[in-house]
Structures are given as structure tokens and as C-alpha cells.
């Protein structure tokens, strides 16, 4: 047998649901507002390097020189690191300069000048030990 719906029973609940609406996007807004405040990071620009030209030119220097494989190595990781504090100081991601098309500041100069302050520092420490 189907039962009647209550009509008072649903008389009395609007109010509760009306407030419990409310009370979740009143939540919803303090939420938003403090992920939009607190959460967001500005995106990191774009900028470029030519790191082609910078690789060329060290390794035609070191075969001239006569330079080891752990040189090259030593390289290598010194170039990465100059690349990382350059990224991090300037707020950017460095991109290849042929992978940037146009408008994107060089910072090439700004890496070689970061790659020889850490290829100095890998000079000066003892040997046996990285900065």
C-alpha cells in the first residue's frame, strides 16, 4: 500500500537545507578566497639560452687544450647548476634559444657569468670535495 507523503515533516526542513546551502558556499568562498590569496604562485617566465654556441665553444677549447673526459663531465655539471641559479634568481624556465621563436629575454650572458663564478668555486675547493 503507498504511503502519503508528510507534509509537515517537509514544511519543517526547508529552513535546515536552505542553511545548510549556505553554510557550505559561505565554506566554499573562504576557500576559494584563500587559495586565491595564499595558493597561487605567478607562472615562471620564459627565457632563453644559447646553449648550442656555449657548447661549442667549450668543447673546441678543451680538445684544443687537451681536455679529459672528467673535465667535460665537470662541465657538464657546472653548466647545469649555472643554468639552475639563473632559473631560480630570475623566476624563469630557460629554454634553448632555437626553441623560443621570439620575445623571450637571452640570458645567456647571465649563465656564462654564473657558470664561471661555479667552475671558479669547483677550483678553489679541495681536491675531493664540491662546493
Known sequence: MPRKPDMTRSDT???VLLSAVLLSGAVAAAVAAA?????????????????GE???AYTT???A??????DVRAWGAALEGALDRVAERRGVVLLPARAVAAGAPDLTPEVEAAL????ALREAAPVGEKP
Open 54 to 56: 656555449m657548447t661549442t
Open 61 to 63: 677549447r678543451a680538445a
Open 65 to 70: 687544450e687537451g681536455g679529459t673526459a672528467e
Open 13 to 15: 526542513a526547508w529552513p
Open 35 to 51: 587559495m586565491l590569496r595564499y595558493g597561487v604562485e605567478p607562472a615562471p617566465g620564459i627565457a632563453s639560452v644559447r646553449l
Open 116 to 119: 664561471a663564478a661555479v667552475l
